[in-house]
């Protein structure tokens, strides 16, 4: 396929299934985990889910932060014609992420019990956090090679094989799920080790496809290593620190629902962020498949087709956030009840819950999306504003301002409103950079 010259529609749609299956490579072992430890271990099961949570997101925080930053060059260096770059940038890419995984998972393989009660598991909560996270804990690099190398695969034209190997991996787990968990009464641990399978046979099946040279990928020697980390670094930031935001929100909301609504609220709140984890990766996805085609374009000059893109994402990302609104709105109990066990304590509190939380959903598409399309045309600055707006900085202060005027259950209208506000900017950002565009354009007709 021709990024600079095909049909811009065709490109999107070729790349959006593939795009969204491979964005879910993480969050999907979240998910079938949440449903069978749910159902197989109880609403203790599910909190415990919330607190192990952050593992998967400190693993997206290292794939994005190099795969998107190093894909994101590699395409802008192709779309002027500097094929030598491009692989340049790919090389830079895997020593990085090489370096920062062992600097993050060796540490978090001695100082689990730490991390857990950081992360705010009590007595009750912590053998099952532990049953769980430990497995997970010790294949962060398997999550962290499906990613990283899904980014580079997809932008060089094969992001079907990537949905291939994503799917693969799902199937594993699933099926892992069930027999562990139920016919062998595995509970957390049994989950645990599916999750573990699914992600190495994910990572085995993308690293075999680049080791066995179906793809264009070559390695080539940087002139400056430093500066390429550093691009790579300032490039993917903005999409790394979305995954890294859910550690830090994770940090202060299980700490603050323990400390003002108990553990049926934490255990809804378990769902919750499996379900938005889920959500997000969908709207990273719909970023991703807009990424490779509007960075080559920018690259080699063409902005009217960047905006085309864009717009079709735009309108793919808000429709997905309306339905799923929608859906959690309606059905709450129902949505909830597909992940555990509905104790009356958790019934109790789940409608309120899910409906004010399930608002969040339009906006969160709309930021999450605009980071991408930001970083596809050299904007890193403004998506890196847009990602700690809405990861750190408005969702942590909200949860702590919110409940102290308004009570504990503004601690889900404060993670709205961050949303919200952060929405606001981003589309005065879009609006801005489509009006110096639009000049650009208008003089060079």
């Known amino acids: 396929m021709n990024l600079i010259k095909d049909d811009i529609k065709k490109l999107f749609y070729k790349f959006l299934i593939p795009a969204i299956s491979s964005s879910l490579a993480i969050a999907i072992y979240s998910l079938v985990d949440t449903i069978a430890i749910g159902h197989g271990a109880g609403p203790d099961g599910t909190a415990a889910c919330a607190i192990v949570l952050p593992i998967f997101s400190i693993a997206l925080f290292i794939a994005l932060l190099c795969g998107i930053g190093g894909s994101v060059l590699m395409a802008h260096a192709r779309g002027e014609g500097n094929k030598e770059k491009g692989d340049a940038y790919f090389t830079a890419s895997i020593v990085l992420v090489t370096i920062i995984t062992l600097i993050v998972w060796i540490p978090g393989m001695m100082y689990q019990d730490e991390f857990y009660r950081l992360c705010g598991a009590d007595d009750v909560i912590m053998p099952f956090a532990r049953d769980y996270g430990e497995w997970i804990f010790a294949f962060i690099p398997s999550f962290v090679i499906t990613s990283f190398l899904g980014a580079f695969v997809r932008t060089d034209g094969s992001p079907k094989f990537v949905m291939t190997a994503i799917l693969t991996g799902g199937v594993v787990n699933i099926i892992g799920d069930w027999i562990f968990v139920f016919p062998m009464n595995m509970g957390m641990r049994g989950a645990a080790i599916a999750t573990a399978l699914g992600s190495a046979v994910q990572a085995i099946m993308i690293l075999g496809y680049v080791l066995m040279k179906k793809t264009t990928l070559k390695l080539a020697r940087p002139h400056h290593w430093f500066k390429g980390f550093k691009k790579i670094m300032v490039t ?205 354009m208008n003089e060079n007709m």
């Not at 087709?305 to 959690?328: D, H, P, Q, T």
């Not at 129902?334 to 109790?348: A, C, I, Y």
């Open 236 to 440: 993917g930031f903005s999409s790394g620190v979305s995954a890294l935001a859910v550690i830090a929100v994770s940090f202060i909301a299980n700490n603050q629902i323990m400390n003002y609504l108990g553990g049926a609220a934490l255990a809804v709140y378990g769902v919750l962020g499996t379900v938005s984890s889920l959500f997000t990766s969908i709207f990273s996805g719909i970023g991703q498949a807009i990424q490779p085609i509007a960075s080559e374009n920018y690259g080699a000059g063409k902005i009217d087709r960047c905006w085309a893109v864009e717009r079709l994402g735009m309108k793919n990302a808000l429709m997905y956030g309306i339905v799923f609104a929608a859906i959690s709105i309606i059905f709450p109990v129902g949505v909830t009840g597909l992940f555990m066990q509905m104790t009356p304590e958790v019934k109790e509190v789940t409608p309120y819950i899910m409906r004010v939380f399930s608002l969040s959903y339009i906006p969160q598409a709309v930021c999450v999306y605009c980071v991408f399309y930001l970083q596809s045309i050299v904007h890193a600055k403004k998506a890196t504003v847009v990602s700690l707006l809405r990861g750190v900085i408005l969702n942590g202060a909200f949860l702590i301002i919110f409940p102290i005027f308004f009570g504990g259950n503004s601690i889900w209208w404060a993670i709205f409103m961050a949303e919200f506000v952060t929405m606001l900017v981003a589309i005065v950002y879009m609006f801005r950079i489509y009006r110096e565009h639009k000049a650009l």
